[in-house]
């Protein structure tokens, strides 16, 4: 930042990204630092180069302007991105009320008595922003080797995890077979004590006459072992 009297300039010196037939851009902030009106005037060394918007104009008192200076297009680039253009911007107070029609050149003329601040300003040429670099695949932007160390762990935990699945599933399903064989053999222990009490029913229901009521358990019976057998059939 430059700071005069009149006027405060920032920054002072102008800097482009330079790239080859584009138009390249950058801005001053005048601020006026007095309670007058204060008049500014912007020439440079090289005019067909640059276009000033605006070139010339009032700051009023206590407050700032904005002034673009663009570059055009350039064909070629300087030896060393070196460059020797220079601004001049000057500034005199004037009477309150000035408008920026009535700004003339004489305003702006030391020989005439006038008390004019001027400030010189460099310009620059730097590099352009380069593109971020793409992140190279199965990594992160940003990860520390420790987060690396957590993320190979979290990954070798998941294959043994995958890797274990297969085993719990096994188990689980010997238990359940274990469980059915159980189930069977207790059915068939069962169904065998049914089938010894039916024939013992048999054999007393011939030497009973009361045939009837043996017949109704002897179905009773038959119905039970088929529902028994139907059960377990359906469970396995």
Same mark, same amino acid.
């Given at each position: 930042?430059?700071?005069?009297?009149?006027?405060?300039?920032? #920054?002072?010196?102008? $800097?482009?990204?330079?790239?080859? !037939?584009?138009?390249?851009?950058? %801005?001053?902030?005048?601020?006026?630092?007095?309670?007058?009106?204060?008049?500014?005037?912007?020439?440079?060394?090289? #005019?067909?180069?640059? =276009?000033?918007?605006?070139?010339?104009?009032?700051?009023?008192? /206590? %407050?700032?302007?904005?002034?673009?200076?663009?570059?055009?297009?350039?064909?070629?680039?300087?030896?060393?991105?070196? =460059?020797?253009?220079? +601004?001049?911007?000057?500034?005199?107070?004037? &009477?309150?009320?000035?408008?920026?029609?009535?700004?003339?050149? *004489?305003?702006?003329?030391?020989?005439?008595?006038?008390?004019?601040?001027?400030?010189?300003? !460099?310009?620059?040429?730097? %590099?352009?922003?380069?593109?971020?670099?793409?992140?190279?695949?199965?990594?992160? *932007?940003?990860?520390?080797?420790?987060?690396?160390? %957590?993320?190979?762990?979290?990954?070798?935990?998941?294959?043994?995890?995958?890797?274990?699945?297969?085993?719990? $599933?096994?188990?689980?399903?010997?238990?359940?077979?274990?469980?059915?064989?159980?189930?069977?053999? &207790?059915?068939?222990?069962?169904? &065998? /004590?049914?089938?010894?009490?039916?024939?013992?029913? !048999?054999?007393?229901?011939?030497? &009973?006459?009361?045939?009837?009521?043996?017949?109704?358990?002897?179905? +009773?019976?038959?119905?039970?072992?088929?529902?028994?057998?139907?059960?377990?059939?359906?469970?396995?």
């Amino acid at each position: 930042m430059s700071t005069g009297e009149l006027l405060s300039i920032e #920054p002072i010196e102008l $800097k482009f990204p330079f790239e080859l !037939r584009k138009q390249i851009s950058c %801005s001053l902030q005048l601020s006026n630092k007095t309670d007058s009106y204060v008049a500014f005037k912007v020439k440079t060394t090289n #005019p067909k180069k640059y =276009c000033v918007r605006p070139n010339t104009g009032i700051v009023l008192p /206590r %407050s700032t302007c904005d002034v673009i200076v663009t570059m055009q297009a350039q064909k070629e680039a300087p030896l060393d991105m070196q =460059c020797k253009d220079k +601004f001049l911007l000057q500034s005199v107070k004037v &009477n309150d009320g000035v408008t920026m029609k009535e700004i003339t050149p *004489e305003m702006f003329n030391k020989e005439a008595g006038h008390m004019v601040e001027e400030c010189k300003l !460099r310009v620059l040429y730097v %590099s352009p922003p380069q593109p971020p670099s793409p992140v190279p695949e199965g990594s992160e *932007e940003g990860s520390s080797p420790r987060a690396s160390v %957590s993320e190979n762990g979290n990954a070798d935990f998941a294959t043994s995890t995958k890797a274990f699945e297969p085993q719990d $599933k096994s188990a689980e399903a010997r238990f359940i077979i274990s469980k059915l064989t159980e189930d069977k053999n &207790n059915a068939i222990q069962q169904n &065998n /004590r049914l089938r010894q009490e039916l024939e013992l029913l !048999r054999r007393e229901g011939h030497k &009973n006459r009361g045939g009837s009521g043996v017949s109704f358990m002897i179905v +009773f019976l038959v119905g039970l072992i088929g529902l028994t057998l139907g059960y377990l059939m359906k469970k396995k």
